[in-house]
Structures are given as C-alpha cells and as structure tokens.
C-alpha cells in the first residue's frame, strides 16, 4: 500500500461525526509502516473515508434510549483498513430541533476514542485519538419501504437524508450505518 496524508476534517466537513475545522490532522502509513517524505507521481483516489457505526436503539415509553459506537474510518478501494477511530457514543441534550419525519433523533457525542495500529493522530494541544472526544452531531432515522435512511443535522440547514446505508430492527433495536462520505487521494 502507498503512504498517503489525510487530513480528517476535510472529509469530515460540517461535523459529520468528527471534529470541527481546525482540528486534528491524521495521517495513515501504508503497509511500510514509515513514509519517506519522497513519494512522486500524480494524485488518483486511492481509497475512501467515512464513517459507520452500530448502537442499540430502543423504545422505553414515549422516548428512546441510544448506546453505541462509530468508527471514522479510512480504508483502499480494495476495502483494505488504512486507519480507523472508534469513539463510544452517547446521547446529549443541545436542544437540536427534533426531526420530525425520522422515526427517532439524537444528538450524540463521542467519547472514549483510540485509534487503530495504522493511524497517526496529533495536534497542537493533545495527541492520539482523544483529540476525536467531544464530537458532537445529531442522527435520526427514516424507516422506508425496503430501505431506511440515515438522517444528519446541518447547523443552519436543518435536518437532511445521507446517503449512508442504514438499517434498524424496530424489535431488537439493532442500528447499523456505513456512511462513506469521501474518495481519498495520494500521491505515489
């Protein structure tokens, strides 16, 4: 795999479950485990990021109760792990707008972050995947005739469909998403 420099919050626009500008630049290492400073060629997508989570979403009267985790995640186009950050995940009341068509909303934030073997994260103030701890974003579901849709919260815009794959059991309160939000370039 070639080495290649990411930058999370390019692809994590609008605080789609990572953090906000300014914040936390990554870099994933190829198979090498080191890069040289000296790659050349031309940039061409090499890969993909986003993000995906599971959590237990479940009816306790009137409301709901969500437990879970996510992953930003960036992977080759082959589908090969480059770097991945896994953050617990928990409800938190900002007093977003509900969405009223979704089946149920949250806002969330994540806590608890570590970083997969192949990443390296840092910034000015901390080091290592805890820079993610804090995110805070807002997800509702839509349940369709044969698909669901993940719903996502744009401060200013309101609340808009992905075009994430999502799916929840109404019975078991089992909820899947994989949200590829970005194609990745490197050069080599």
Excluded: H
Excluded at 21 to 26: F, I, S
Excluded at 70 to 87: H, P, Q, R
């Amino acid at each position: 795999m070639l080495p290649i420099a990411l930058i999370a919050t390019s692809i994590l626009a609008c605080g789609k479950g990572g953090p906000g500008p300014d914040e936390v630049p990554l870099q994933a290492q190829g198979d090498s485990g080191s890069d040289t400073g000296s790659d050349t060629g031309t940039a061409s997508a090499t890969g993909v990021a986003g993000v995906r989570g599971s959590a237990t979403v479940q009816s306790v009267g009137p409301d709901f109760t969500y437990e879970g985790t996510e992953e930003i995640y960036f992977e080759s186009i082959a589908g090969d792990s480059w770097c991945s950050i896994l953050s617990d995940v928990a409800v938190v009341d900002l007093g977003i707008s509900p969405c009223k068509d979704c089946d149920w909303s949250f806002t969330l934030q994540t806590s608890n972050s570590q970083a997969s073997a192949g990443c390296a994260v840092s910034d000015a103030s901390s080091s290592g995947a805890s820079s993610y701890d804090g995110a805070t974003f807002s997800y509702g579901y839509i349940q369709g005739k044969k698909y669901g849709t993940l719903a996502y919260y744009y401060d200013g815009y309101g609340w808009y469909g992905t075009y994430a794959d999502a799916s929840w059991d109404d019975q078991t309160g089992d909820f899947l998403y994989d949200w590829p939000v970005s194609n990745l370039y490197g050069t080599y």
